[in-house]
């Protein structure tokens, strides 16, 4: 089945500066891959997504590229702020499949 | 997004009784999924829920420990049975749908945060 790693698992970046968490996934046929934020206490949201049939997504202050010949994708966040500290989940799926593998997360810190 | 609630929100058991957590949607969905997220662990698929038949179980995971109900098209309770201090997790339920269209992605309830003494 499909396995996804994750890194680091955590992160301290000052604000401002750029933070980059990096995926890789088992399973050539994954075709979906999200990613999740959540905030202490809460419940993990989905802030970014992208398809195997495209290379790379943006969303304001957010981007994530996809490699699909060596099987990761990364999340990049730019201007950090504080608001941006969380931890942050990769995962993998197969369009259709409604089954979701995630990475292990990374506890993201913004020091101001 | 839908509204997703549950009940309770978090709860302090004893070893060997059981919890039952309940899940309610705002709209119809076809599927229910249950997730077990140990403390400071990743999200872990529990079982998809139908309604109409019985949950479908991932690897490691069985009705008898966890017994699962889906009675409509808007609820779902997940049962942890005979508790051990190793059940401590945030149990949350989670659909794949928007406005009645399936989308590849999951979108969570707020999560049940137990721990068993």
């Known amino acids: 089945g499909e396995n996804v790693e994750q890194h680091p698992s955590t992160l301290s970046v000052q604000e401002g500066d750029s933070a980059v968490i990096k995926c890789t996934y088992s399973?050539?046929?994954?075709?979906?891959f999200p990613w999740y934020k959540q905030e202490l206490g809460k419940r993990p949201q989905l802030i970014i997504d992208?398809?195997?049939?495209?290379g790379e997504k943006k969303d304001q202050r957010i981007a994530v590229t996809l490699n699909k010949t060596a099987k990761h994708f990364s999340l990049h966040i730019t201007e950090t702020q504080p608001e941006d500290s969380a931890v942050y989940f990769c995962?993998?799926?197969?369009?259709?499949?409604?089954?979701?593998?995630f990475g292990q997360g990374t506890r993201l810190t913004i020091n101001p | 997004s839908a509204v997703i609630s549950q009940k309770p929100s978090r709860d302090i058991c004893q070893r060997g009784t059981s919890l039952t957590i309940q899940c309610q949607v705002d709209s119809q969905v076809t599927m229910m999924f249950w997730y077990r997220q140990q403390p400071g662990q990743s999200l872990t698929l529990i079982a998809t829920a139908n309604q109409g038949s019985e949950a479908t179980y991932e690897s490691g995971f069985v009705i008898d420990k966890f017994p699962i109900s889906r009675p409509n098209l808007t609820f779902s309770t997940l049962t942890v049975s005979n508790m051990s201090p190793e059940d401590s997790s945030i149990y949350l339920c989670?659909?794949?749908?928007?406005?009645?269209?399936?989308?590849?992605?999951?979108?969570f309830g707020p999560g049940t945060r137990l721990t068993v003494l």
């Open positions: 989670s659909v794949d749908e928007l406005a009645g269209l399936r989308t590849d992605t999951q979108y």
């Open positions: 995962a993998a799926g197969f369009q259709g499949a409604q089954k979701l593998v």
């Open positions: 992208i398809r195997s049939n495209v």
């Open positions: 399973d050539s046929a994954s075709n979906y």
